[in-house]
């Protein structure tokens, strides 16, 4: 089935309301064993994309390389923000995910007056007026700009702090489940940027001890991600 380009569909309609300044916005990292979630914030304004923009997730990673500079030229400002695998454990994942997007959104350089965020889920609140739309990555230009940046940056840095531990293959995987990620887990435990809380720890006799509890106040959503990512 041929991938149905993004548009400025939303937007449009949240300009016509009266917003100046929409700001995309969309997440990376939320699955992963480790490793911090990214959030990335785009303003395109209604210009056309460069050829080919759609979701991260329906691109190939070549692609995605390529497509991250010129990007990074062409949208009108973006920013990204994180938040570490040890404030995922602490905060809970959805309070983690609204940190990350307010210091992405807080280091843009201009004042969003709103925000379309993929999903059906508003983890990020006041005082920004949210739109939430479902497969907003692949529909809307600005979160599928927001898309493949953060991704781009995200897998980047991964391979970076893979490098002291090459057993993990960071650089592969991302911090995601895969069998190698698995692999070393079970023969060397998690490094300082596992996160600590989540469920893969369940299936570690070995280091199952290690396992932190989660703020219950944060815990719903990052609970949901973690079983579906358990991969044992």
């Known amino acids: 089935m041929p991938i149905v380009p993004p548009t400025h569909s939303v937007e449009r309609s949240l300009r016509r309301a009266g917003a100046k300044v929409v700001v995309g916005l969309d997440e990376v990292g939320r699955g992963a064993w480790a490793g911090p979630v990214t959030v990335g914030a785009a303003v395109t304004g209604l210009r056309k994309p460069p050829e080919g923009l759609t979701d991260s997730k329906l691109l190939t990673e070549l692609r995605r390389e390529a ?25 809970g994942m959805t309070a983690a995910l609204r940190l990350a997007a307010v210091r992405a ?25 949210v739109r939430t739309v479902i497969k907003g990555d692949q529909s809307c230009i600005c979160v599928s700009a927001a898309s493949v940046l953060a991704k781009v940056h995200r897998d980047g840095l991964m391979a970076e702090l893979g ?16 069998p190698v990620h698995r692999a070393a887990l079970e023969e060397l435990g998690p490094t300082e940027h596992h996160r600590l809380s989540w469920a893969y720890l369940d299936a570690l006799p070995k280091w199952r001890h290690l396992k932190r509890d989660r703020d219950l106040a944060g815990a719903g959503q990052g609970s949901a991600d973690e079983q579906l990512t358990l991969g044992f």
């Open 67 to 91: 497509l991250a500079p010129v990007l990074a030229d062409w949208v009108t400002a973006y920013a990204l923000g994180h938040a570490s695998s040890q404030e995922c454990d602490e905060l």
């Open 105 to 129: 959104l807080e280091a843009l350089p201009v004042e969003p007056d709103a925000v379309i965020l993929d999903g059906k889920h508003d983890y990020l609140g006041g005082p920004w007026r």
């Open 163 to 178: 490098e002291a531990c090459p057993e993990y293959g960071f650089a592969d995987n991302a911090g995601y489940p895969s």
